[in-house]
């Protein structure tokens, strides 16, 4: 299984996503759905920062089929591209994510936490495979950028 997307779109035009199936035998029934999330940045009254996910488009695939073996499969998808209007980065969680970072290097699990608070913010695509009650996930991340009068980055 691969998932495949772009690494850039521009805001307001469609990208593509392709997912590539090769299962070695055939297999029944199979579910496929992508999803296109953005998760941001938000500040909350107590002055923490919270991070949270909003599903801003989600297309069924494949609801129940079957895929021969040995052959390749593509399902595609397509998603307009949405306008950067997220926070996906912030100041007080890159600087918990670089005094992590630091303390990384006694403790290994700090390290990990410092990595995954640099990566929560952007927008994902996931494509989500689930065979029986088997079920898997892939995300891939788009950054999203609008030019006009300034520039805008997502």
Known sequence: MRLEAPET???????????????YDRVFP??????????????????????RTRRLDRQVAMFGEALS????????????????????????????????????WVVPGLGFTARNLRQHGGYFVSATVRVGWLRRTFKRRVI???????????
Not at 9 to 23: H, Q
Not at 144 to 154: A, E, H, I, K, P
């Open 9 to 23: 779109a521009r805001s307001g035009e469609p990208f593509e996503v392709a997912l590539t199936l090769v299962p």
């Open 30 to 51: 199979v579910h496929v759905r992508f999803t296109l999330v953005d998760n941001f940045y938000q500040h909350a009254s107590d002055g923490s920062v919270q991070t």
């Open 69 to 104: 073996g040995r052959h390749t499969h593509v399902l595609k998808a397509l998603f307009p591209a949405p306008f950067p209007s997220t926070r996906h980065t912030d100041v007080i969680a890159e600087a918990l994510a670089s005094l992590l970072g630091v303390l990384g």
């Open 144 to 154: 999203t950028y609008f030019v006009g009068t300034d520039l805008y980055v997502g």
